[in-house]
Nanobody, 114 residues
Framework: VQLAESGGGLVQPGGSLKLSCVAS????????VGWYRENPGNPRQLVAR???????SYATSVKGRFSISRDNAKSTVYLQMNSLKLEDTAVYYC?????????WGQGTQVTVSS
C-alpha cells in the first residue's frame, strides 16, 4: 500500500485544517487507518485511528476537536482538525495497517502559529 498525505499548512490558533490521505496498491477497505504526529524531540504519537469496520479512537489531547473519517470508494482517509492549538504543530503521518503490517505516508507539516 502506498499512502500520500495532503492538506497541511500554516493556520492561526483556533483555526481549522482538513488533512487527506489517498491510498493505492490494495483494497483500502480491508485496512485499519490512522493519523499520527511527530515533532522534534518527541516520538511519533497516535492522533486518531479507525478500524476497517468503522470503530474510532482518539488521543485525549484531540478529543472533541479532531475527527477521522474514511471514504473507501475513494481510498481516502481524512482528519478534520478544528480549534487548533499551538501544541498541535507537528508533521502528521497517515498510517494503514493489516495483519501486523504497517504502511506510512511521507508526512505533511501542520504549523499553528499567530
Amino acid at each position: 500500500v502506498q499512502l500520500a498525505e495532503s492538506g497541511g499548512g500554516l493556520v492561526q490558533p483556533g483555526g481549522s485544517l482538513k488533512l487527506s490521505c489517498v491510498a493505492s496498491g490494495d483494497i483500502f477497505a480491508l485496512y485499519g487507518v490512522g493519523w499520527y504526529r511527530e515533532n522534534p524531540g518527541n516520538p511519533r504519537q497516535l492522533v486518531a485511528r479507525m478500524l476497517n469496520h468503522g470503530g474510532t479512537s482518539y488521543a485525549t489531547s484531540v478529543k472533541g476537536r479532531f475527527s477521522i473519517s474514511r471514504d473507501n470508494a475513494k481510498s481516502t482517509v481524512y482528519l478534520q482538525m478544528n480549534s487548533l492549538k499551538l501544541e498541535d504543530t507537528a508533521v502528521y503521518y497517515c498510517n494503514a495497517n493489516r495483519y501486523g503490517s504497517e504502511y506510512w505516508g511521507q508526512g505533511t507539516q501542520v504549523t499553528v502559529s499567530s
